[in-house]
């Protein structure tokens, strides 16, 4: 399948027609494509987005693959693509805050759809400025379960990374796509069932592998922190994280605690990015014995064959167990 996959992508670049999202091959949609334009904050969104719209929507990115949504400065060209788009979509909690003032600035004509916020029944959990909440025991937590309303970067925004909270994205896609195109709804209706029945497959094979793991292989460090959502859902324990935001190197003290932490939980892997510098992952591994795994997909997709949503969460699953000696 994957084989086929790539086939496919290799045969519509050499056509110079491909609307994968990954791939902005011109700054602008092309002239006389009168297909529905919709423009997604990551390439893991404009995956899901192009799962459920099909080919006859033409889904872009705009933050390319490998790049960072959290720092991410749009560039003039990306207004362009956001005036013309049909659907805007980001995930929101403060991940693509940027979002906002670029749709402004381009006149957007279209509303912001945004996956990850006010999701009834999903438990939030505490963001990266609210992180090391344990260690810090500062007076800022609230005992409200929903994410805070007057400050998003109170919740943590990595929801995709639970393959449960990922088909409620899905849902809510085939929701508003209908919405913006009613003659296309019962299409995007049937690609969104089939679409969560394989993400209901993949949930539960993760779960499945994860729950074999003993109890003393579950603590994890993560480099930014992108997994609480993963780890809840499939049993795993965080212990820290090495950044507290994207661009904000940790303190020698703090990388210290990490240190300390890593050594009295027994913590055996560090998860690492691609899209960011693993230097400091493994000097705190050295210094603890912890394995680095560095080649884990969260807010980017990669290359093919880890170019779909699902294959990156397969492949950080395989990754993550491998490094717990699953
Ligand atoms: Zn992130």
Same mark, same amino acid.
Request: charged letters at 20%; aromatic letters at 6%; hydrophobic letters at 45%.
């Given at each position: 399948?994957? $084989? /086929?996959?790539? =086939?496919?992508?290799?045969?519509?670049?050499?056509?110079?027609?491909?609307? $994968?999202?990954?791939?902005?091959?011109?700054?602008?949609?092309?002239?006389?494509? &009168?297909?529905?334009?919709?423009?997604?904050?990551?390439?893991?969104?404009?995956?899901?987005?192009?799962?459920?719209?099909?080919?006859?929507?033409?889904?872009?990115? =705009?933050?390319?693959?490998?790049?960072?949504?959290?720092? /991410?400065?749009?560039?003039?060209?990306?207004?362009? %693509?956001?005036?013309?788009?049909?659907?805007?979509?980001? #995930?929101?909690?403060? @991940?693509?805050?940027?979002?906002?003032?670029?749709?402004?600035?381009?006149?957007?004509?279209?509303?912001?759809?945004?996956?990850?916020?006010?999701?009834?029944?999903?438990?939030?959990?505490?963001?990266?400025?609210?992180?090391?909440?344990?260690?810090?025991?500062? &007076?800022?937590?609230?005992?409200?379960?929903?994410?805070?309303?007057?400050?998003?970067?109170?919740? #943590?925004?990595?929801?995709?990374?639970?393959?449960?909270?990922?088909? $409620?994205?899905?849902?809510?896609?085939?929701?508003?796509?209908? +919405?913006?195109?009613?003659?296309?709804? +019962?299409? *995007? &209706? +049937?690609?969104?069932?089939?679409?969560?029945?394989?993400?209901?497959? @993949?949930?539960?094979?993760?779960?499945?592998?994860?729950?074999? =793991?003993?109890?003393? #292989?579950?603590?994890?460090?993560? /480099?930014?922190?992108?997994?609480?959502? /993963?780890?809840?859902?499939?049993?795993?324990?965080?212990?820290?994280?090495?950044?507290?935001?994207?661009?904000?190197?940790?303190?020698?003290?703090?990388?210290?605690?990490?240190?300390?932490?890593?050594?009295?939980?027994?913590? $055996?892997?560090?998860?690492?990015?691609?899209?960011? #510098?693993?230097?400091?992952? %493994?000097?705190? +591994?050295?210094?603890?014995?912890?394995?680095?795994?560095?080649?884990?997909?969260?807010?980017?997709?990669?290359?093919?064959?880890?170019?779909? *949503?699902?294959?990156?969460?397969?492949?950080?699953?395989?990754?993550?167990?491998?490094?717990?000696?699953?």
């Amino acid at each position: 399948m994957r $084989r /086929f996959g790539a =086939l496919l992508l290799v045969a519509c670049l050499s056509l110079g027609a491909c609307g $994968r999202p990954d791939v902005p091959a011109s700054s602008g949609p092309s002239k006389g494509d &009168a297909r529905l334009q919709i423009v997604a904050t990551t390439t893991v969104l404009a995956d899901l987005v192009q799962r459920v719209a099909g080919d006859a929507v033409s889904v872009a990115s =705009l933050v390319p693959k490998g790049g960072e949504v959290h720092t /991410f400065d749009p560039a003039p060209s990306d207004l362009t %693509r956001v005036a013309a788009a049909t659907l805007i979509v980001g #995930n929101g909690l403060g @991940l693509d805050e940027w979002l906002t003032d670029l749709a402004a600035r381009a006149g957007a004509r279209a509303q912001i759809l945004h996956l990850g916020e006010d999701l009834a029944g999903v438990e939030y959990l505490a963001g990266e400025e609210s992180g090391h909440a344990e260690e810090s025991g500062h &007076a800022g937590e609230s005992s409200d379960s929903g994410h805070g309303s007057d400050d998003d970067h109170a919740t #943590n925004p990595h929801l995709w990374l639970d393959v449960a909270i990922a088909r $409620r994205y899905v849902a809510r896609l085939a929701e508003a796509l209908g +919405a913006a195109d009613p003659a296309g709804a +019962a299409g *995007y &209706a +049937a690609r969104a069932a089939a679409y969560d029945a394989r993400l209901s497959t @993949l949930d539960t094979s993760i779960r499945t592998r994860f729950e074999a =793991l003993p109890e003393a #292989n579950r603590q994890i460090v993560s /480099f930014h922190d992108a997994f609480p959502y /993963f780890a809840a859902a499939y049993g795993l324990e965080i212990v820290g994280v090495v950044v507290a935001a994207p661009g904000q190197d940790p303190s020698a003290g703090e990388v210290a605690a990490l240190i300390e932490a890593i050594r009295v939980s027994g913590a $055996r892997a560090i998860l690492a990015e691609v899209q960011f #510098n693993d230097r400091l992952a %493994r000097q705190i +591994a050295e210094e603890t014995g912890a394995t680095v795994v560095a080649d884990l997909y969260t807010d980017s997709l990669g290359d093919p064959p880890l170019d779909s *949503y699902e294959a990156i969460l397969e492949w950080d699953a395989a990754r993550i167990l491998e490094a717990l000696g699953g």
